[in-house]
């Protein structure tokens, strides 16, 4: 019996410290059209961010979360259903401007490569053929901006309105 437990604690340790942990690859960015674009990437364990605008070009910023805010923003992954999301998200109708986002990550027990423009997960990962956010949306757009320590990493209508 003593070993059952042995190893059953081993495992509850082994998973808590994959979701503490920093993920393999991160990677995410959203384009608004003629407005901010952001991008934020993993490298060599530091996040490289960075804020744009057509008139301003990006000076690239290094943060490096704690291990606390990587854990929370696994949480929030498995939270908001990121594993659920499908490869490509496109509108019904055409919409020649807007905003384009994408999201690569990988941890050791998963992975997901998703993107698109004008168009939002819903709450079950489902396409919704329209340009508006979802809140499912927006709470990854938080999540993000808790990681990078409460830089702007959201719509240019949204940031403006903070």
Known sequence: ??????????????????????????????????????AVELRDGKLVYS????????????????????????????????????ERYMPNEPVFDGTSWSLSVRYPDRSLVTGGGNCYPD?????????LRTPAFRR?????????GGRSFRSVDDAATR
């Open 140 to 148: 990854f757009e938080a999540a993000v901006e808790a990681l990078l």
């Open 1 to 38: 019996m003593s070993r059952f437990l042995l190893i059953f604690a081993f495992a509850a340790a082994t998973s808590c410290v994959a979701l503490a942990q920093a993920p393999s690859r991160f990677s995410a960015s959203i384009d608004n059209f003629g407005r901010h674009s952001y």
């Open 51 to 86: 804020d744009a605008t057509p008139k301003s070009v990006a000076q690239p910023i290094t943060i490096t979360p704690s291990p606390e805010q990587w854990h929370e923003f696994r949480r929030a992954l498995d939270g908001i259903g990121v594993w659920a999301w499908h």
């Open 123 to 131: 709450a079950q990962g489902a396409p919704t053929g329209v340009a």
